[in-house]
């Protein structure tokens, strides 16, 4: 019989323990668990509220605990991460551990544990991103004055560049990057001291805790305890950043088929098939692509648990945790995928300039053209440009109006948009100022883990050996 429950007196046989475990994907928080039970134990320890003897012996066990490269807690009997660490600890100390469980709840040290989780996931995710946009102003950099065909409906539109079909990419990507981060600073909020809710007797600090777990501000302890909007945050902005991928695989897989091959995927994101040795196929993209759709499936899902659930803490929270896991893992990889890809994607500028001088794709321009010189009201400068289009085609109209090297001087007379000069300094000071922020916030997490770990070295060092 699981733990608490048996020292509760309440039972359940195996069918119903299976069903309402969540030991089978605590797995992902493990660690996080155990930090912030090793956090609560350090302020309990200040507190002069843990013996000297059993913190000597809580202190050994956590960090063997907190070094350990392999999951410790993971075997079955047990209804949570919660309950395998406890009874690790017992195990490990003799019993010396049963002092740490005071002032504390499973509801604000898992709001905890996994405010955590998101946080360590979103900085990698974040530090990736930041990555990927960098390659995007490099590929700007050395081919972003190419000429290229835009498209919409999946049909030619206009003639823009390269640099600014890779920008819109970035500036997806930033988009995203401040969305995580604003998010993050709402999951970087304390919910301990909150116990079940309502808080404790227990003399302890929320705010020193705070400190000690690396979080930054304390909640409410209704909130703390109860809500995951915090986490839903962080999880929606991922999945966002996923839809917005998905999108940028399309382009990629568009312009890189054989009847446009414009770009050239590097050979260690495309497989040939089975079958059909001629074939290039973009199977990371399409995974990306894929990954997105699952992420927005899986979001709906976590936000349809929670909706509806009264304060404070209901088991139904429990169910939504795997969701979270899984969309900031597959944000993660998609942006490892992206910063990867980008570092080897390569525009065909030789087929760029074909296919713009096939298509021409020039008639809005052509419009706006007669309407500036003329002072015709669009829609007859609209009617116009159709007839001429319809008589001469596009290129032929393309060369009219604008003469030899159309495309370049179209870019040079366009006032807004895909222009042919377009500067970089002000999107690479924009990486610079999320990197510096995304910086903190792990400079916070990385000084508290630096901390704890001293600290429960210095309890462990200061004591005997003691005999279990």
């Not at 134990?41 to 509220?49: D, N, T």
């Not at 059993?54 to 392999?70: M, N, P």
């Not at 909640?219 to 991928?245: H, K, M, P, Q, T």
């Not at 419009?367 to 009201?377: D, F, N, Q, R, V």
Request: hydrophobic residues 45%; contains cysteine; glycine residues 8%.
């Amino acid at each position: 019989m699981p733990k608490y429950r048996a020292l509760t007196g309440i039972g359940s046989d195996s069918l119903v323990y299976e069903y309402t475990s969540s030991l089978s994907h605590d797995k992902f928080i493990e660690k996080h668990v155990a930090f912030v039970v090793a956090a609560h134990f350090a302020h309990l320890y200040e507190k002069g509220l843990v013996p000297r003897e059993a913190s000597c012996r809580v202190a050994s066990a956590l960090l063997r605990l907190l070094d350990s490269k392999t999951s410790m807690l993971t075997s079955d009997g047990f209804e949570d991460v919660f309950e395998a660490l406890e009874d690790f600890l017992e195990k490990e100390t003799g019993g010396a551990s049963k002092y740490i469980w005071l002032g504390r709840s499973r509801n604000d040290h898992v709001s905890a544990a996994l405010r955590l989780y998101a946080l360590e996931k979103g900085i990698e995710l974040v530090s990736l991103l930041l990555e990927a946009r960098r390659g995007l102003l490099t590929i700007a950099q050395k081919q972003g004055h190419v000429p290229l065909v835009l498209h919409t409906h999946q049909q030619p539109s206009q003639i823009g560049n390269v640099a600014c079909l890779v920008l819109g990419w970035e500036e997806a990507l930033a988009s995203a990057t401040r969305l995580l981060v604003a998010s993050l600073g709402l999951a970087a909020r304390s919910p301990l001291g909150a116990s079940a809710g309502a808080g404790t007797l227990v003399p302890i600090d929320p705010e020193r805790l705070s400190e000690l777990v690396g979080l930054q501000g304390t909640l409410n302890s209704v909130y703390g305890a109860g809500s995951r909007f915090d986490i839903e945050a962080v999880a929606a902005a991922a999945a966002l950043f996923l839809a917005e991928a998905s999108r940028i695989a399309a382009d990629l897989i568009t312009y890189s088929s054989p009847y446009i091959r414009v770009v050239i995927l590097p050979s260690s994101h495309v497989a040939t098939s089975s079958a059909m040795p001629h074939k290039r196929n973009p199977v990371t993209l399409e995974v990306l692509r894929a990954h997105g759709a699952r992420a927005a499936g899986y979001l709906a899902a976590m936000l349809s648990i929670g909706h509806g659930l009264p304060y404070i803490y209901n088991l139904d929270l429990q169910e939504a945790n795997p969701l979270l896991y899984s969309i900031l893992s597959d944000a993660v990889s998609a942006a490892r995928i992206l910063a990867d890809l980008f570092k080897g994607l390569v525009f065909d500028e030789a087929r760029a300039r074909e296919l713009v001088d096939r298509y021409g794709a020039v008639s809005v321009e052509v419009a706006e053209k007669i309407t500036l010189e003329t002072g015709k009201p669009f829609r007859e400068a609209y009617a116009e440009a159709a007839k001429l289009l319809r008589e001469k085609g596009q290129v032929q109209l393309a060369t009219e109006f604008f003469g030899g090297d159309w495309a370049e001087k179209l870019l040079e007379e366009r006032k807004t948009g895909c222009m042919k000069k377009m500067s970089l300094g002000r999107l690479e000071a924009r990486i610079a100022m999320d990197k510096e922020e995304i910086g903190r916030l792990e400079a916070v997490l990385d000084s508290a883990r630096q901390r704890i770990e001293s600290f429960l070295e210095e309890v462990a060092n200061s004591c005997p050996p003691l005999q279990k």
